[in-house]
């Protein structure tokens, strides 16, 4: 019996909520257009059951078509139902997308809608340049936004099958697949803030050109697209309006045996496991997936040890222990270690998805946690990653600072880069950073991250003077001796502990014995931030004067001229000495703050 | 293909189109033996018989199709036309 049967018999047998789970679960899996139909009446009859109404979030969604909608509109409430919520739709007038959108008493605006969704196809783009064509777009885009107040889902253009011109399409900039293509682009680029672009083109190349347009049906019944097209649409949808209402997933929890490896970790030891391309791929997509701001997290029935091993022990693993922003392996049940992760990362269970090999793990957590999305990986760990990303569970629509998410550094890293484009002004492309520093003496739970730092700096290092770890706890007890570590942040992202200082005190002077910082924050004036810091320790040692050397190697010609550009002066012993009398603070583009956790 | 197994297939698509389990059809039946039988459910047809007989009608049958009889006599003639070959309809 199909799960859509078993939903059914369970509704019929007067369990309405279990009909849901059952429901839900066998829409995890690609259904055919005909089974989707038939799931889309049924989950209309428990979306009216009393039972499991209230468990839906209703939302308001105005579809605006240009094309028949009477398919589209059951198949979106079908998968709004599948995640939880209560779709209202409102059907503008075939076609008339235009008039409602600029008539502000149309059925549209009385409607009030939370999204609207422009669902249109490539006989909607007009003749003409395609800058002309996404102005018209974009207008339309403004007006709906500014009068409904609504989230604008609109999708991008099917290029067809035909090309009159044939290959010469795609170098023309005034018609075919050049023009749309140019078109599609020009729409991305504008979209975001408010806006969410849905890639219909991509959708139809998946499918197959040939698959996706059916040309016997546009003459039938202005369908614009095949079922089986459109089946794709209504998840892709259904996906992008979850996102604008804030709804996507946040944190892939995933099992370990069997899903990122092949074999049992306990059992077959990490040297025995089976780590081939299907699986690496799979971990590869995983990364992607954490470096665009999804967390990531482990929940395996295994040893600790035994899990961790194979990460620490195989290193063509492509995930690593820090991937993971938590990492559970014991015996408890799923469901209560998925509730356990949500509460240490600070989520909610239904921002949760699990992806399992497992189908009694899985049909737990359906049971336990309805909320969480289960993919069950079935068959082939090649398609791993195909079976997940069909799903379509972290859409965003739009790419913002949440999303980039606190581990996201590399787009930190690109984002700080164009900053530094647009902003030819230094002083306040820095501003803008936005960078708050501490600055403290060094401490016990830091000590492994100053040492690393004192014995790996060799650029942005005064001395090069190199210290085990039992010496510098010697130097924190030393009386003469002060030291300070700083971490730095911005608004792009924490750098941790990224300076280390240590002074002597030597009769009426501070002298500097090591100040060193990594090269991945040069160009911060983060230099200048300790330097305040150094005249307020030289005053509170009581020194007169600040002594330092510049002692040069291969490498640290990057700390070269610090401390003439600070105001030092050599003396007759060639040593760089400041008077603190004759010493000023510095403006720095830095606020005293706490740069928040270390990395 | 026996007419049997060809209206049994059929039924079993009428079936999931219509989403009634019990559903008797026969050479008679059209659209105004079926309440649910309109345009849209006429298209689903269409798609359930293209995927289930791997077959491909054309936009002037897909118009023209009037009751059963009509419908299983297409399908036959079409499974004729590739001598009963499973062929590629893309």
């Known amino acids: 019996m199909s799960g859509l049967s078993r939903a059914r018999s369970l509704l019929e047998g007067g369990d309405p909520v279990a009909a849901a789970a059952e429901l839900r679960a066998a829409l995890a899996v690609p259904l055919e257009y005909l089974e989707q139909m038939n799931a889309a009446k049924l989950a209309a009859r428990l979306a009216a059951d009393p039972a499991v109404a209230p468990t839906l979030t209703p939302v308001r969604l105005a579809v605006l078509g240009s094309s028949t909608t009477a398919q589209l509109l059951p198949l979106l409430r079908l998968r709004g139902f599948q995640e939880g919520l209560q779709v209202e739709l409102y059907d503008a007038p075939l076609g008339a997308y235009p008039q409602e959108i600029l008539d502000p008493a149309s059925g549209l605006y009385a409607f009030k809608p939370q999204a609207a969704l422009l669902y249109v196809n490539y006989r909607d783009a007009r003749p003409g340049p395609a800058e002309a064509e996404a102005a018209r777009w974009q207008s339309l885009w403004k007006a709906l936004k500014d009068r409904a107040g609504c989230a604008v889902l609109m999708n991008n253009f099917d290029a067809p099958v035909e090309r009159p011109w044939g290959n010469l399409e795609a170098g023309l900039a005034d018609r075919g697949l050049g023009r749309l293509r140019r078109l599609n682009a020009l729409l991305a680029e504008s979209a975001g803030s408010g806006v969410a672009l849905l890639d219909q083109e991509h959708l139809s190349a998946v499918l197959g050109k040939e698959r996706w347009h059916d040309p016997r049906f546009w003459e039938h019944s202005m369908q614009a697209m095949s079922f089986e097209g459109l089946t794709r649409y209504a998840a892709e949808a259904a996906a992008l309006l979850l996102a604008v209402l804030g709804r996507s997933r946040k944190c892939l929890v995933v099992d370990l045996d069997n899903t990122l490896w092949g074999g049992v970790a306990g059992d077959d030891g990490a040297a025995g496991l089976d780590l081939s391309e299907g699986y690496l791929e799979f971990q590869r997509y995983l990364k992607a997936l954490k470096e665009r701001g999804v967390l990531l997290a482990v929940c395996s029935k295994n040893e600790e040890a035994a899990a961790r091993e194979p990460f620490e022990k195989r290193p063509e693993m492509a995930l690593k222990l820090d991937d993971f922003a938590a990492f559970v392996a014991n015996w408890e049940d799923k469901a209560a270690n998925l509730r356990a992760i949500a509460r240490t990362l600070s989520l909610t269970t239904d921002a949760l998805a699990l992806a399992d090999d497992n189908p009694t793990e899985c049909a737990l957590v359906r049971r336990f946690c309805p909320e969480v999305a289960v993919v069950e990986l079935s068959g082939d760990p090649a398609e791993f990653a195909r079976e997940l990303d069909r799903r379509r569970l972290f859409e965003s629509a739009a790419v913002s600072a949440e999303d980039s998410g606190r581990a996201a550094h590399f787009q930190a890293e690109s984002q700080r880069r164009k900053l530094s484009e647009a902003a030819t002004d230094v002083d306040a492309f820095l501003k803008d950073l936005d960078m708050r520093a501490a600055a403290g003496p060094f401490e016990e739970k830091d000590l492994a991250r100053v040492v690393q730092l004192i014995n790996k700096t060799n650029q942005f290092n005064l001395t090069t003077r190199r210290a085990t770890e039992p010496e510098t706890r010697a130097l924190m007890k030393d009386p003469d001796v002060r030291t300070l570590s700083v971490r730095l942040a911005d608004r792009l992202g924490d750098y941790g502990l990224v300076s280390a200082v240590i002074l002597r005190k030597r009769g009426a002077c501070l002298e500097i014995d090591t100040w060193l910082m990594s090269c991945r924050v040069l160009g911060r004036r983060l230099e200048w931030f300790v330097f305040n810091r150094l005249l307020a320790e030289a005053r509170a040692a009581g020194a007169a004067s600040l002594v330092g050397d510049y002692l040069p190697t291969a490498k640290n010609a990057p700390a070269k001229n610090l401390l003439p550009s600070l105001g030092f002066e050599q003396d007759k012993d060639g040593r760089w000495r400041l008077e603190l009398a004759a010493a000023k603070t510095l403006e720095v583009p830095i606020r005293n703050g706490t740069a928040t956790t270390a990395r | ?90």
């Open chain 2, 1 to 90: 293909m026996e007419p049997r197994q060809l209206h049994d297939r059929l039924q079993a698509i009428f079936r999931k189109v219509f989403d009634r389990d019990s559903l008797v059809i026969a050479d008679a039946t059209s659209a105004k033996d079926i309440d649910d039988w309109d345009s849209l459910a006429q298209i689903n047809l269409v798609v359930g018989a293209e995927a289930e007989f791997q077959i491909r009608f054309q936009t002037a049958e897909i118009k023209a199709l009037k009751n059963v009889g009509e419908f299983k006599a297409l399908i036959a003639a079409k499974l004729a036309e590739r001598g009963g070959q499973p062929s590629a309809t893309r």
